[in-house]
């Protein structure tokens, strides 16, 4: 479930135009290179070959999460890194995860 989620971020954060297109979403991963799904937690088939989860995979997955609580976790992990982050330089800087603005100024 993990490395299909991570899929679906990495075709956001590729420009994917939304998590309902099921198609988008697995062609983005269609056009993934072994290398990028072994990085993203896709197992090997016991033939030694990897292959990128289906649309109806994808589907499957999305469906059962619990957009609620993935949204709580995510959210508690950025505050965390942005914590942990602040405490080692002194400062808090901000983290955009929207794509929109960066800011690397101190908050």
Not at 29 to 58: F, K, M, N, Y
């Amino acid at each position: 479930m993990t490395a299909i989620l991570l899929i679906c971020a990495c075709a956001a954060v590729s420009g994917a135009r939304s998590v309902d297109e099921l198609a988008e979403l697995a062609e983005w991963a269609e056009r993934a290179s072994d290398a990028l799904l072994a990085a993203v937690g896709v197992r090997r088939h016991p033939l030694q070959w990897r292959r990128a989860p289906s649309q109806t995979t994808i589907g499957r997955v999305l469906q059962a999460v619990d957009g609620d609580a993935l949204d709580r976790a995510v959210g508690a992990y950025l505050t965390s890194r942005h914590d942990a982050a602040g405490a080692r330089s002194g400062q808090r800087r901000v983290i955009a995860v929207d794509g929109k603005a960066l800011s690397d100024r101190p908050t």
